[in-house]
């Protein structure tokens, strides 16, 4: 069995989906690689480091004699037309954005798994992309925004007076609102934070945060699979106006809301922005180019940049690509994770019926599987 590891060529993309380290884990399931040539230069593995490791590594893949194909980003239309019948298709495909790419695969009879679908269940937790992404997002939003804050972070007592600690206020309390909090802990801030899921407040109050209760109807995530529901327009009018006062009274504002395939939601309005001090910081995850804002306004996703008041936004998109060895490292292992239950001894073992493999298949044998998916494909045609 062939897996083929493409080049990603997305600008600013620097992670690789498979690591030497994987390359030898897959060889004892039966499975030969073959890497494109520089496919982990950005993530500062050289093309010797996968031959020691037992891939082949070719100047340019042939796509139509991958038994599966390992990706990051979602191919071209071209690329997914050259794939072969039955072959594989594993990687973060954009589900809810295809641009066509599934009308593709679906007439071509690959099949697709999007690894962005995987249920919200144990068994998949060593599968979960996005939480493994969204940890080093996390993580890196606050090293950002240390970086841009004119003030330091931990409070220091000298000679010279007494330094009091940077006010972070964390906005989402998943993975990489967890992450983000935990590090400005490290780093010394007092750190707030706010999620609309009531189940969070014990999770933000383990990591050392004060947890911002809103006299507003709190979610019972029991419902929908563990995420945030997306809010009315009058609901996030409310939250935007309580939470106005912890976003102008801190140092640091990390943001992390975000609706899978529909518009980041609007928190932090311009007027609310223009109150904070000069010299504060707001990192926004939610920054979504296509939809041209994210979290907050004033927020220009893919770039840095300062207001008038001297507030400075992080609208930077892919922040674990700025962390590539170690983002590359854990997309591997969760690649590895799911590689192992759908191939045995060599030989794809395909079961759509297992929980696991229905929840994230989109595309087989000619047809899309997956309700909502064949949905948005029908409504653009």
Not at 41 to 59: H, L, R
Not at 206 to 211: E, V
């Amino acid at each position: 069995m062939r897996l083929h590891v493409p080049k990603q060529t997305r600008p600013g993309e620097t992670r690789t989906p498979i690591t030497p380290s994987a390359v030898k884990k897959l060889g004892k399931l039966g499975i030969d690689v073959v890497v494109q040539a520089g496919a982990g230069t950005g993530s500062y593995i050289d093309d010797e480091a996968y031959t020691q490791a037992g891939a082949s590594v070719v100047e340019a893949l042939d796509w139509g004699e991958a038994d599966i194909v390992a990706t990051l980003e979602p191919p071209t239309d071209e690329q997914a037309g050259a794939m072969k019948q039955d072959a594989v298709l594993i990687g973060m495909l954009e589900p809810l954005n295809p641009d066509g790419l599934f009308g593709v695969l679906k007439d071509h009879g690959v099949t697709a798994f999007s690894l962005e679908l995987l249920p919200r269940i144990s068994r998949a937790q060593s599968m979960d992309v996005l939480s493994s992404q969204a940890n080093l997002a996390g993580y890196k939003a606050v090293m950002l925004a240390a970086d841009h804050c004119p003030k330091m972070f931990p409070m220091m007592i000298t000679a010279a007076g007494t330094i009091a600690p940077a006010k972070a206020f964390v906005i989402g309390a998943g993975v990489a609102g967890l992450q983000a909090i935990a590090t400005a802990k490290r780093l010394g801030a007092v750190v707030e934070a706010f999620d609309v899921r009531s189940v969070t407040k014990e999770q933000v109050q383990s990591l050392g945060a004060r947890f911002v209760e809103l006299p507003t109807a709190a979610q019972d995530d029991a419902s929908t699979g563990g995420y945030a529901r997306e809010q009315t327009e009058e609901e996030r009018r409310k939250q935007s106006a309580l939470m106005s006062k912890h976003v102008i009274g801190a140092d640091v504002v990390i943001t992390t809301a975000a609706v899978p395939g529909k518009a980041p939601p609007m928190l932090i309005p311009a007027d609310t922005a223009h109150q904070m001090a000069p010299g504060s910081v707001i990192v926004d995850l939610g920054a979504s180019p296509e939809h041209g804002h994210g979290n907050c306004e004033l927020t220009r996703p893919g770039e840095v940049h300062q207001t008038d008041h001297g507030v400075t936004l992080v609208g930077l998109t892919n922040l674990p690509a700025l962390m590539p060895v170690n983002a590359s490292q854990v997309y591997a292992n969760n690649l590895l994770a799911f590689l192992g239950e759908i191939v045995a001894d060599g030989q794809l073992k395909l079961d759509l019926e297992d929980e696991v493999q229905k929840g994230c298949v989109v595309t087989h044998r000619g047809a899309i599987v997956n309700d909502k998916i064949r949905e948005a494909v029908e409504s653009r045609a």
